[in-house]
């Protein structure tokens, strides 16, 4: 192989916090429109899982810029941009419930126990049309979430939890798999309209 795929690319990553996996990335972009050259603002970045995914969407024309509060979560993530030479994204190491300095922005993702502390940041940091994606652990980051939302005048679209079930397919079995990772989290969906 001469090049690896993200996919390639996210296996041979550096692991700290819990990342997003790419089944609720895969939701993150469909229900959000993100394409090449869209700018998104990343926040929570952790190892990083999550930006590098968004960085392979926009591609060398768009641009991803991701905070993360803790020193060592912003160092392990620089490595892994490094190591697989991701020129598109910018890691602040600031807390962004303390405000968002990019503006015009396409997306906006938080990964953040208390995420809802930077919506209002984020309404005014997101052009016309843009999105904002929560992914929230637990029912309750949820409605803190929706709560704030509403109080920025951000439309909100819709929550999901995306579940994904692998079978196996082996000679005359054909049947779902017994253990599987199923819930991981919710997924709040809110647009600037």
Known sequence: MDKPNILDI??????????????DF?????NTGLGTGMTV??????SGWLAMQLANIVGPSGKVIT???????????KKNF?????????????????????KNVDLITLDLQDSWKCIK?????LQQGGFIA?????????????KELKKAKLNFVKVIEATERPWKIEEKIARPEHNFLSFTAFL????KT
């Open 188 to 191: 709040v969906f809110a647009r």
């Open 41 to 46: 603002v990343d926040a929570g970045t952790g």
């Open 67 to 77: 905070y993360e509060n803790r020193e060592e979560f912003a160092t392990l993530a």
């Open 134 to 146: 929560l992914y929230c652990p637990q029912i309750t980051q949820v409605i803190h979430a929706v």
């Open 82 to 102: 490094d190591s697989f030479a991701f020129t598109n994204i910018k890691i602040k190491n600031k807390d962004i419930t303390k405000g968002i300095a990019e």
């Open 10 to 23: 996210l296996r041979k990553s550096k692991r700290g916090p819990a990342t997003i996996l790419p089944k």
């Open 26 to 30: 895969g939701a993150i972009v469909a």
């Open 121 to 125: 940041y984020a309404g005014k940091a």
